[in-house]
């Protein structure tokens, strides 16, 4: 996998254990009442869809292995562009259903092409920043 793609998909997995970790222990009627947690998901889900749209950009048959990307780089388009519109309960549905599966897809996809670091596997960084 070109570096390019794994730097990407790193920032996805980084961006997707950031939000498990903004919030664990709550349900959507705290995540609604937690501005400062909502602005944090929304600015992770930004980093998913376009770091997703930027890899599948570089390397097509990603589509094929993250059946859910195209969703995510939507929902990314409706944070950024429709931020006036983005529904709490979406947000949260998409945290709870389609985040996890994401999360294991690609840290199985980085395990499997040996782009996954040893300190990635447990790390709650929230991304490949440092």
């Given at each position: 996998?070109?570096?390019?793609?794994?730097?990407?998909?790193?920032?996805?997995?980084?961006?997707?254990?950031?939000i498990r970790s903004f919030t664990a222990g709550l349900d959507l009627a705290a995540y609604e009442r937690n501005l400062l947690v909502r602005s944090a998901v929304e600015r992770q889900l930004e980093i998913i869809g376009e770091a997703l749209n930027l890899a599948s950009a570089a390397d097509a048959s990603l589509?094929?292995?993250?059946?859910?990307?195209?969703?995510?780089?939507?929902?990314r388009n409706r944070v950024i562009h429709g931020y006036d519109t983005?529904?709490?309960?979406?947000?949260?549905?998409?945290?709870?259903?389609?985040?996890?599966?994401?999360?294991r897809e690609v840290?199985?996809?980085l395990a499997s092409?040996?782009?996954?670091?040893?300190d990635r596997l447990d790390s709650d960084d929230g991304g490949s920043r440092r």
């Open positions: 996998m070109p570096n390019a793609t794994t730097k990407r998909l790193l920032d996805v997995l980084g961006a997707c254990r950031a589509g094929s292995t993250l059946p859910n990307l195209r969703r995510f780089v939507a929902v983005v529904d709490d309960a979406i947000v949260w549905d998409v945290v709870e259903t389609r985040l996890p599966d994401l999360e840290t199985v996809l092409t040996g782009d996954l670091p040893n």
